[in-house]
């Protein structure tokens, strides 16, 4: 029904995460209305969006130089490594300015559901790491408190259990601005768990 080269547009948004068909619709209906002169960037900045950049041969994470920025960094603890799923959990924990150590990126979650073992993963790079590093005394895990992410912080620290590191997880709650009423039971059953002194 729609010309190819728009369906094919579609087709190729809707692959990406969060974008479902009728936002792919959107976006390319859109795309299709815009002058030249705003579209030719996006696609300029698609093509060489790999261009100059790799990961950090450290901790993977999305680099113009390895080791990137944030290993390099001396004033940073290397006595602590922040192992997170994907590239965006290193951004949203320097936002915050609270956490000064390094980190490690494992690009995804164990999923046995979704065919994704540790051996996809960089895993087995965090252990690698660990062994040529031993000024590493503490792992905190941050992965996200799905099933996958718990199960990928579980993997982890059994693996590391008898080891001489610290193994510490981030706490879970509820958020700022939040109603108890509305909170899910596990979310406050967590929070309660995870109290700290006032």
Request: glycine share 6%; net charge negative; aromatic share 6%.
């Amino acid at each position: 029904m729609l010309p190819s080269s728009l369906q094919k547009l579609i087709d190729e948004l809707a692959k990406l995460p969060g974008i479902g068909p009728k936002t792919a619709q959107r976006l390319a209906v859109h795309l299709l209305r815009s002058p030249n002169s705003r579209i030719k960037p996006l696609g300029e900045a698609l093509l060489s969006l790999k261009d100059g950049l790799s990961f950090c041969e450290e901790c993977w994470y999305v680099t113009e130089t390895s080791p990137c920025n944030i290993c390099s960094d001396e004033s940073r603890d290397k006595t602590k490594v922040c192992v997170v799923e994907e590239v965006l959990d290193v951004v949203a924990i320097e936002k915050t300015g609270k956490y000064k150590g390094l980190y490690h990126v494992l690009h995804g979650v164990l999923s046995p559901i979704d065919g994704v073992s540790a051996d996809q993963l960089k895993i087995a790079e965090l252990f690698n790491r660990l062994d040529r590093h031993p000024e590493i005394k503490e792992i905190v895990l941050a992965t996200n408190p799905s099933l996958e992410g718990e199960a990928t912080a579980l993997y982890i620290q059994k693996y590391l259990e008898g080891k001489n590191i610290a193994i510490t997880r981030i706490a879970r709650g509820l958020p700022i601005g939040a109603d108890l009423e509305y909170a899910d039971s596990v979310t406050l059953g967590k929070a309660l768990l995870n109290r700290t002194d006032y």
